[in-house]
T-cell receptor
């Protein structure tokens, strides 16, 4: 079955440590996205990538970094510079930003930083 | 940028009742999308609407793309306990820079009382 796999489901880190969240898709989608979700809030775009080796900042990119070395993979690093990293992180993909096609989401990673 | 007003923010209903929620914007969109998010999971696409006036059903769910292209509603008939979750609307608009931009509403949290 095609889909988007995020791992791990739960992640715990100490403050001051960088942490990398994994996102892999086998949908052959060109575009991939990272969103952050806080309780009672909507989805906020962190970074997106329309093609391999290229990515763009979203609305809340500060304190985060990404890479897109392979079409299937779009890992997100939450750095120690992110002031409030505890949140639910969602990865998504679509055929491509030039297509009027919907996003498909993974099942999320819940990050807790203490 | 575009903003979506999704209402109501939350609702409590009795099992068996019909539900209606909507999204409005001051901007037009090319596409309206409706997602459902179960607790601790990623959003799942329910319905995609691509033409103004389009009315689409998916089981007990019905959604419409408003004629003005600035609004959309989602109806759920005869609610059941598994309808519990957060429902998000999203509007997609061609940005004119060779890509589509997606804007999410803040979600409607639905609780169903057995």
């Amino acid at each position: 079955d095609g889909g988007i796999t995020q791992s791990p489901k739960y992640l715990f880190r100490k403050e001051g440590q960088n942490v990398t969240l994994s996102c892999e898709q086998n949908l052959n989608h060109d575009a991939m996205y990272w969103y952050r979700q806080d309780p009672g809030q909507g989805l906020r775009l962190i970074y997106y990538s329309q093609i391999v080796n290229d990515f763009q900042k979203g609305d809340i990119a500060e304190g985060y970094s990404v890479s897109r070395e392979k079409k299937e993979s779009f890992p997100l690093t939450v750095t120690s510079a992110q002031k409030n990293p505890t949140a639910f992180y969602l990865c998504a993909s679509s055929r491509g930003a030039t297509y009027n096609s919907p996003l498909h989401f993974g099942n999320g990673t819940r990050l807790t930083v203490t | 940028g575009q903003q979506l007003n999704q209402s109501p923010q939350s609702m409590f209903i009795q099992e068996g009742e019909d539900v209606s929620m909507n999204c409005t914007s001051s901007s037009i969109f090319n596409t309206w999308l409706w997602y459902k998010q179960d607790p601790g999971e990623g959003p799942v696409l329910l319905i995609a609407l691509y033409k103004a006036g389009e009315l689409t059903s998916n089981g007990r769910l019905t959604a419409q793309f408003g004629i003005t292209r600035k609004d959309s509603f989602l109806n759920i008939s005869a609610s059941i306990p598994s309808d519990v979750g957060i429902y998000f609307c999203a509007g997609q608009l061609y940005s004119g820079a060779g890509s589509y931009q997606l804007t999410f509403g803040k979600g409607t949290k639905l609780s169903v009382i057995p």
